[in-house]
């Protein structure tokens, strides 16, 4: 925890940008942000802030912004008042409910929005609509983490503090390029590496920290099992595992020792492309270390096996005995977004209540039922994916999207613009006129992060508070407000008149969050949770007695290697892998109106020297980008950076079409898409 104490006549709020959650001072002057400092006692970036967090502030008082709702008539939206707005939505709501069920209708809510507007909306869908259709963008970034980790440790969270895993004196960064996605992270990551720690990067790409790196290993996309596997082999050949540990707190090693014995180097290095020395040289340097951490991000998860990634991934912190114990820093995901980890932490998901509670539990349920005084349902909702499938089949018959631009982030992105048309209700939560809201029949404007009240939790389960620091532009309002005012409308009070009271009565849910309130945050700064105790500092890091697992132990998992969905072939030869820049955010609607925009003007694909000269494409020219799902245009940019036969992109810029190309296949057990293997060609024309 650290003190609050704000610059003066600047408002302390939490970044809304990436998952770090840098505490930041904002000075506004006539409703506008005029600068923005980064706090020198925020307790992540303890005085650092990356150009995101700095300048991208000029979407606030952008022309663009929406300023009044709009209603969809003949064809056209159209400015309308908020009563009209909402006497339509909640009619609109109230008839597919009376059509077609409660099960009809659904909501997508927002990592971007705070834990107090994501408890209310999955609040509101389950107490006035009566469904557990909701779920939240994390679907598509960290659902296998979330599964992955609590199949293997008990939690849905990354198990130990950043403070910690800066104490680490080997770091394994597997799919993550923190230094661009994550910069005031990847700051302190490389600086711990320049201080002598040892560092492995895992990453196709040749990411910022490869340059750093004592090994860096370049698996093809799509083979993350089958490499961890080969590491966790060595790690067991050489002796290189913690044998108390694993006897007295683990159960699963007899079986992943069976499997293990399938993935020698030399096999893996044919299923993965990296050199089987490459392998053992960094299983030893993470084996060998004294306090080794793992720290991962979207290349784990963003797979067909996307789960399987995580917790074979964990597996090696397991045996090597670094995880729970002073022996090491256990496995940590980098969020990508501001508040992904806490919008599935209030319960914005299909199965699972707030705290991570099973809807389907019948105890849970009546736990929320006491609190709530409605019949919680029981039957675990659509995710997003169902969504789109149920929109297109025909029932869905309402969908409410919430700070999201589905249309732009979403893969596939034709067939969920066709899963819109075919809705009879869209209603859009946002800040512009998105790909998604020209879709909607209903759009409501809303604030942003910088005019917002609640809290953030960042990645590594620290909840801070966010503050409005300048006012709502026109008619817009808060989510909080705009959820309450529907169901309102809808004829039922959801309570929660303040974010601090939702918060009170989302820790009266959820025992591990009981100990949080606005109040404590606002002497404290920050608490990560589980912090059950008001009095209780909350526990930075975890399970240094016992895992959350239901037997106290954590689970060792044998899955076997299985390839990606979609593979090469003559007529697309070449695999794209999509990712982030260092001056953009996501579909880049904020960042792109302001000074960020001149700083990382348009989006490139990357693509290797060798593969440019195949396939005749000149540095800069503009390219048609063809998978087997759609077409983008980019401009080539001709580098080292990719590896030969791959070729990557960010999603910054949807006016290009990137997840046009994007497939639907996605991780078995989250339904997370797989956005790092997309087989394409690249034509010049
Ligand atoms: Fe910090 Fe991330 Fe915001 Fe940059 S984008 S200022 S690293 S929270």
Not at 89 to 100: F, T
Not at 364 to 378: I, K, L, Y
């Amino acid at each position: 925890t650290s003190a609050f104490r704000p610059a003066a006549a600047a408002t302390r709020t939490t970044c809304g940008y990436c998952g770090v959650g840098c505490a930041l001072d904002v000075i506004a002057q006539g409703g506008e942000v005029t600068a923005v400092l980064p706090a020198r006692d925020g307790p992540v970036n303890h005085g650092h802030a990356c150009v995101k967090g700095r300048f991208a502030h000029g979407f606030v008082t952008s022309p663009e912004r929406l300023t009044q709702p709009l209603l969809r008539r003949g064809g056209s939206l159209e400015p309308v008042g908020w009563d009209e707005a909402l006497a339509h939505v909640s009619r609109g709501l109230r008839a597919a409910v009376d059509a077609g069920g409660p099960d009809s209708v659904a909501a997508i809510s927002s990592a971007r929005a705070t834990n107090e507007d994501n408890y209310l909306i999955q609040k509101f869908m389950r107490v006035v609509i009566g469904t557990n259709n909701v779920d939240n963008c994390s679907r598509l970034c960290h659902s296998p983490s979330a599964a992955g980790l609590t199949a293997s440790f008990g939690l849905s969270g990354g198990t130990d503090s950043f403070d910690d895993v800066e104490r680490a004196d080997c770091l394994l960064i597997v799919g993550a390029n923190p230094v661009e996605a994550h910069p005031v992270v990847g700051a302190r990551l490389l600086n711990r590496v320049l201080h002598g720690a040892g560092l492995v990067v895992a990453d196709p790409r040749a990411v910022g920290l490869a340059l750093h790196a004592d090994v860096h290993l370049r698996p093809r996309p799509g083979t993350n099992v089958a490499l961890f596997h080969g590491l966790a082999h060595v790690l067991l050949a050489e002796g290189l595992t913690d044998e108390e540990f694993l006897c007295e707190r683990t159960s699963g090693l007899p079986e992943l020792t069976e499997l293990l014995a399938g993935y020698p180097p030399d096999r893996v290095a044919g299923i993965t492309g990296v050199p089987a020395a490459d392998l053992v040289a960094a299983a030893r340097l993470y084996g060998r270390a004294e306090r080794p951490a793992i720290v991962y991000g979207l290349g784990v998860t963003e797979h067909l096996h996307g789960t399987d990634g995580v917790r074979s991934l964990a597996n090696l912190a397991i045996l090597r005995g670094a995880v729970g114990t002073d022996g090491g820093c256990g496995v940590n995901p980098l969020r990508g977004q501001n508040n992904v980890q806490g919008a599935s932490d209030m319960g914005a998901l299909p199965d699972v209540l707030p705290g991570y509670g099973r809807v389907a539990d019948p105890a849970v349920r009546s736990r929320a039922e006491d609190v709530w005084g409605v019949p919680v349902p029981g039957r675990p909702g659509l995710r997003i994916p169902d969504m789109f499938a149920a929109a297109r089949s025909g029932d869905l018959r309402a969908l409410w999207v919430i700070g999201e631009d589905v249309c732009a982030t979403d893969p596939d992105a034709n067939r969920v613009a066709e899963a819109l048309g075919a809705c009879p209700l869209v209603i859009c939560s946002e800040l512009f006129l998105s790909e998604t809201a020209r879709h909607a029949d209903v759009v409501l404007p809303v604030a942003s992060w910088l005019e917002k009240d609640g809290t953030f939790v960042n990645f590594d389960r620290r909840f801070q508070r966010v503050r409005p620091a300048v006012p709502l532009p026109g008619e817009a309002r808060t989510d909080f407000d705009t959820v309450r005012a529907v169901a309102t409308a809808m004829g039922v009070d959801l309570g929660c008149a303040t974010p601090a009271d939702a918060l009170a009565e989302c820790g009266g849910l959820a025992p591990v969050f009981a100990g949080l309130s606005h109040q404590r945050l606002d002497r404290e700064g920050a608490v990560p949770w589980p912090c059950p105790d008001p009095d209780e500092p909350g526990e930075a890091k975890l399970y240094t007695e016992r895992f959350a697992t239901s037997d106290g132990r954590a689970h060792l998992a044998a899955a076997p290697y299985l390839p990606p969905g979609e593979q090469p072939d003559d007529h697309y030869p070449l695999i794209l892998v999509t990712g982030r820049r260092w001056a953009h955010y996501n579909s880049g609607s904020m960042t792109r109106r302001g000074g960020n925009l001149a700083l990382d003007p348009v989006d490139f694909l990357d693509l290797h020297s060798d593969d440019a000269a195949r396939y005749a494409v000149r540095d800069g020219e503009e390219v048609t980008v063809e998978s087997r799902h759609g077409r983008a245009r980019l401009i080539a940019r001709v580098g080292e950076q990719t590896a030969p036969g791959q070729v990557f992109c960010s999603f910054h810029f949807p006016a290009s079409g990137v997840n046009r190309l994007t497939s639907h296949h996605a991780d078995a057990v989250t339904s997370c898409p797989e956005y790092k293997v997309t087989a394409v060609r690249v034509v010049v024309s």
